[in-house]
């Protein structure tokens, strides 16, 4: 099995910072990517970012230049710092750890942490 603990998120003024930690364990061999989604009330799940094991990043369209992704792999953590916050990013922002098992890629997912975004 895979565990994701995430840590972070909060109450932030619009124009703030915060940062996002999510730390994974047990069967995490062969992790292709990690990374973070959110979802909002009434919306679908949507990517945030996501790093591969060789640092490479891709991030969505609306954080661009302001949510910048790192991973640790000898900590197996990765990390999601978010400046100049927007209401938008209001959200329940989940971990995600893209893993091959027996040559099939699966998904493993955190609890969620949710940030606020709100003056």
């Known amino acids: 099995q895979v565990q994701l603990e995430e840590s972070g998120g909060g109450l932030v003024q619009p124009g703030g910072s915060l940062r996002l930690s999510c730390t994974a364990s047990?069967?995490?061999?062969?992790?292709?990517?990690m990374g973070w989604y959110r979802q909002a009330p009434g919306k679908q799940r949507e990517l945030v970012a996501t790093?591969?094991?060789?640092?490479?990043?891709n991030y969505a369209d609306s954080v661009k230049s302001r949510f910048t992704i790192s991973r640790d792999n000898a900590q197996n953590t990765v990390a999601l710092q978010m400046n100049s916050l927007k209401p938008e990013d209001t959200a329940v922002y989940y971990c995600?750890?893209?893993?091959?098992?027996?040559?099939?890629?699966?998904?493993?997912w955190g609890q969620g942490t949710r940030v606020t975004v709100s003056s």
């Open positions: 995600n750890a893209r893993i091959m098992v027996l040559g099939v890629p699966n998904n493993y």
């Open positions: 790093i591969t094991s060789g640092g490479s990043p």
């Open positions: 047990g069967r995490i061999f062969g992790t292709i990517t």
